[in-house]
């Protein structure tokens, strides 16, 4: 039994936070079992790798070892806790995945998709998401966004000039992976995006048996 890895990825203040809740309660009311999780983070280890990449004292990281801590957070989450779930046949919702680290470290940090995406086949054992959600918001709302929030961590205390690059790669990515990625327009209304990705989850849920084989009624 396999079940479906869907990731959720966007600038800092896109609002993935509020329609990731949303995306679990419709599902879960649909009787699907779900298993929420975030990057950097989602186990144990990943959590104190999350508070050493994050921490703003940590100004002198090198980017290469930013990207190496993100992949080993990652690696951790996918044998711990991703692959797991899958295997019941779980819906798993990913807060970031690898496009984070091919945006964040491939093109902020300058360190190259190839590269970035190298480290990370290894860190996830080849693991692609089924499905990806990007929202997308420009770069200077979502540094106002992030401003207004307050306590700025290490990555999003970037610069305009950073979150510009990132805004680009997610671009890039999109056109690269229009197999499995879905560009949501973020500024719309919270009702307007949530009736957009409970269409989209619909017809996914739809294609395939995942239906048959994962529906948590079953017996
Ligand atoms: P996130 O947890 O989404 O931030 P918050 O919950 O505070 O909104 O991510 C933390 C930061 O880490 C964010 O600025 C994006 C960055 N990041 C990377 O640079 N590379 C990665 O691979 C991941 C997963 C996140």
């Known amino acids: 039994m396999r079940g479906l890895l869907i990731t959720i990825e966007g600038m800092d203040g896109s609002g993935k936070t509020t329609q990731i809740g949303l995306m679990k309660a419709f599902l879960e009311g ?6 929420m999780t975030r990057e ?3 186990t144990v280890i990943g959590e104190k790798i999350r508070e050493l990449i994050l921490d703003k004292e940590h100004q002198e990281m090198s980017f290469i070892a930013e ?47 190839d590269e970035v995406k190298k480290i990370n086949d290894f860190a996830t054992q080849g693991l692609e998401p089924d499905l990806t959600l990007l929202f997308n918001i420009d770069p200077e709302e979502s540094l106002k966004r992030i401003s207004v929030r307050g306590k700025e961590d290490r990555l999003e205390q970037e610069k ?8 680009s790669a997610y671009k890039d990515l999109a ?3 229009s197999d499995r990625i ?12 949530q ?7 619909m017809s996914l849920l739809e294609e395939g048996d ?4 994962s529906n948590c009624n079953c017996p």
């Not at 649909?30 to 298993?35: G, R």
């Not at 995942?210 to 084989?213: A, C, D, G, K, T």
């Open 175 to 177: 056109a690269m992976f």
């Open 195 to 201: 009736k957009e990705i409970e269409d989209i989850l």
């Open 67 to 113: 990207a190496l801590l993100y992949s080993a957070s990652r690696a951790q989450l996918v044998s711990q806790v991703i692959k797991p779930a899958l295997s019941r046949g779980e819906i798993v919702i990913c807060d970031r995945f690898v496009d984070s680290s091919l945006v964040y470290q491939g093109k902020g940090r300058g360190l190259g998709y």
């Open 210 to 213: 995942y239906n048959e084989v």
């Open 182 to 193: 879905i560009v949501i327009n973020a500024g719309q209304p919270i009702e307007t995006i």
């Open 30 to 35: 649909n009787n699907y079992k779900v298993l």
């Open 40 to 42: 950097p983070g989602g």
């Open 160 to 167: 305009l000039p950073f979150h510009q690059q990132v805004h």
